[in-house]
Each structure stands twice: as structure tokens, then as C-alpha cells.
């Protein structure tokens, strides 16, 4: 029942929080939709991280509260507190400022803490139609919404990119890790404290949001290794993850070794000249298909056979280059200092205004 909206149920005062830097191609539309959303927030903030556009202007025009913040980009975590130290309603909903909310959306958040007093966090999904229909957009896209929407309703981490929270829990767990200066896994990072301290945290997959962030490829590989594998390797090398382990579960570990076997072993075949060896390789690739057959699926209904085949090749390189990366981090930690990113839970720490809020 977590994921209806009742027309009938006892709300919670409600703010959104939006972190924002440079903005104007997809904030209008963020904007828009919270304005036609069906459950409207009792208060909307936004912390525009340094802007050099219009971003801070097109938020006060929607009637937000805006933060500013007149220095150099200081990154969505920074924002995100900022925007919770001043809030005064009960639950915080955090919406990226590249996503475009359906109208049932922050209705359906609401309902998981009204259905579950017990629930301290939730959080939806991306829906399967994103704005841009690049094929690195697509991919990167459509697979965040096939792990929501196949994911345990009982979470084990956090998203911020449309993700709830109860206001005291949050100042009391000590808000997002200011160490991470731009978007990174700041976000799961809290999931992760949340679920150590024994907060139930719920998937919410009904409660949909449109992303409209244009990506590319190399922006993707960047931030598929930079800003979430090596952190969140960190996490894990640091003992920190108690069982929330993502992409970690047995099947993505079949996955990423069948993803390697195709070309290792041709590779083999051709050095020591044991062509039967390649037949070997073949067989792991399409035991790689079969695996990931319903996310081809989900590739194929969007967007054709050539989004299909595309994107069969951006995981298999998903699944390649996040596996190296994790060995390497784990090598690294065991062998020199490890990362202080993530070892402790921070105060929360808020940038003022400037200027009073208008």
C-alpha cells in the first residue's frame, strides 16, 4: 500500500529542497512540474550553488526560497543542508534540479511515511521515458530505472534525486557529507549511516520523476568511475556498507566476470594459439545476454534495436570498467592510507545566505 495515494490520509507539512548550479536548461521544467504536481509542498527551497545564469532568477519567479551562495561551487551536499537548516516542515523531499516530477509523485512519498510511521527515508525512481534520446542519456537512465524498479521496497541506501526524509531524522543523523564537493555518492553515503543507525528506509517505485540530463558518453564513463565507483569502494574498504552492497550482489559479480571472459578469452586463444579457447568466449557472451535480458528488453521497448545494441555495449563496458575499478581501490586501500572521505558522520554544515532569502 506504500506506493498509493489516497485521496483521504493525514499529510505531512512538506518542503522541497533543491540544490542547483547552473540550471536553466532543465530547471524550468523541474519547476514546472512541482507547480503542477497534485500534492503541492508547503514550502519550496532552492541553493544555487554559485550560478553564473539565470538559476537563482527562474527559482524566485516559481516562488522558492533561494539560497545563494556568491563563491565557487561547493556541491549538492553543502545545498541540500543548507536548504534543511532553514526548512520548518516535518519532511524534506530533495528533488534534483534536472528532474521533472509526475504529478502523483511527492503524494506517493508522503503516503510511504504516512502508511509506516516507521519509516524514516524513501525514495522513488526515474521513469523509463528520459527527455534526451542519446544513447549514453538512454543507457545511463534506463538503468537506474531498472535497478529501482526491480529493487527491494525495504532499502538498504538513499537517493537524492527524488528522495524523502523526516526533517528531525535528518539533522539528528548529522545531514550529507560536506567532504563531497560535487555530486558524488553523497547520497548513498547517508543511506548508509541511516541504515547503521537503524532507520527504515523504503523504495518507493510508483513515485516517478523524468530525468532531463543530457548525457554524454565520456561524461558518463567519468561519472560512472570518478564520482561512484572509487567512493563507493572506499565505503566498502572502510567497512561501512553492512550489506547495502548495490551492485555487489552475486549476480552483478556473474556478470562482470562473464563481461571480462569475453574478451580475455579470445585474447588467450590468439596468444597461445588455442582457437578452441574463443569458443569459450562466445559461450560467456551470450551467457552475458541471457543475464541481462530483461534490461535489453527494457532497451529494446525504448528505443529500438539500434538502442538496444547500443547500450548492450555500454554495459558490458559498465560492467568491465567498474569491476577494474573496485580492484584497484581495494588494492590501493589495503596498501597505503585510505580515504578519510565517508569515515565519520559530519555536523551538518550550511552555507548562509548572503542576503536574506526573498
Known amino acids: 500500500m506504500a506506493g498509493a495515494a489516497p485521496q483521504t490520509m493525514a499529510k505531512r507539512t512538506l518542503t522541497i529542497v533543491i540544490p542547483a548550479y ?18 503541492q509542498p508547503d514550502e519550496l527551497i532552492l541553493y544555487d550553488d554559485g550560478s553564473t545564469d539565470g538559476t537563482g532568477d527562474m527559482a524566485r519567479a516559481a516562488g522558492a526560497v533561494v539560497l545563494r551562495n556568491d563563491g565557487p561551487p561547493r556541491g549538492p551536499a553543502v545545498g541540500r543542508n543548507a536548504g534543511v537548516a532553514i526548512a520548518k516542515s516535518e519532511l524534506i523531499i530533495f528533488v534534483d534540479a534536472d528532474v521533472s516530477i509526475h504529478p502523483t ?108 540530463k543530457d548525457w554524454g558518453k565520456r561524461q558518463l564513463w567519468r561519472t560512472d568511475i570518478m564520482s561512484r565507483a572509487v567512493p563507493w569502494t572506499q565505503l566498502i574498504a572502510a567497512g561501512r556498507t553492512q550489506g547495502a552492497e548495490l551492485n555487489l550482489v552475486g549476480t ?15 585474447l588467450v ?46 554495459h558490458w563496458m559498465y560492467h568491465c570498467y567498474a569491476s577494474v575499478t573496485f580492484a584497484l581501490v581495494m588494492l590501493r586501500q589495503r596498501f ?7 569515515n565519520a558522520a559530519p555536523a551538518i554544515n550550511p552555507m548562509p545566505p548572503r542576503a536574506p532569502p526573498k
Open 105 to 212: 509523485a511527492l503524494g506517493r512519498l508522503e503516503a510511504a511515511f504516512v502508511y509506516d510511521p516507521k519509516i524514516s527515508a524513501a525514495f522513488g525512481s526515474y521513469d523509463d521515458r528520459p527527455r534526451s534520446q542519446r544513447s549514453a542519456a538512454l543507457y545511463a537512465n534506463l538503468r537506474h530505472h531498472f535497478v529501482h524498479q526491480g529493487g527491494e521496497r525495504a532499502a538498504t541506501t538513499f537517493w537524492a534525486g527524488l528522495g524523502a526524509i523526516k526533517a528531525d531524522v535528518f539533522r539528528a543523523i548529522g545531514g550529507f557529507d560536506v567532504r563531497y564537493a560535487r555530486p558524488s555518492i553523497e547520497d548513498i553515503e547517508l543511506g548508509v549511516r541511516l541504515n547503521r543507525a537503524g532507520h527504515a528506509i523504503a523504495l518507493v517505485p510508483e513515485a516517478l520523476g523524468k530525468h532531463c
Open 269 to 314: 586463444a590468439l596468444v597461445l594459439n588455442q582457437h578452441w579457447l574463443a569458443g569459450f568466449g562466445v559461450l560467456a557472451g551470450l551467457a552475458y545476454v541471457w543475464l541481462n535480458r530483461e534490461f535489453l528488453a527494457l532497451l529494446y521497448r525504448a528505443g529500438g534495436l539500434k538502442t538496444m545494441i547500443l547500450g548492450l555495449g555500454l
Open 252 to 266: 552483478e559479480r556473474l556478470k562482470s566476470v562473464l563481461a571480462h571472459l569475453c574478451w580475455l578469452l579470445p
Open 22 to 39: 547552473n540550471a536553466e536548461a532543465t530547471l524550468g521544467d523541474c519547476l514546472a512540474a512541482i507547480a503542477a504536481s497534485e500534492r
Open 336 to 342: 597505503m592510507a585510505p580515504s578519510t572521505v565517508g
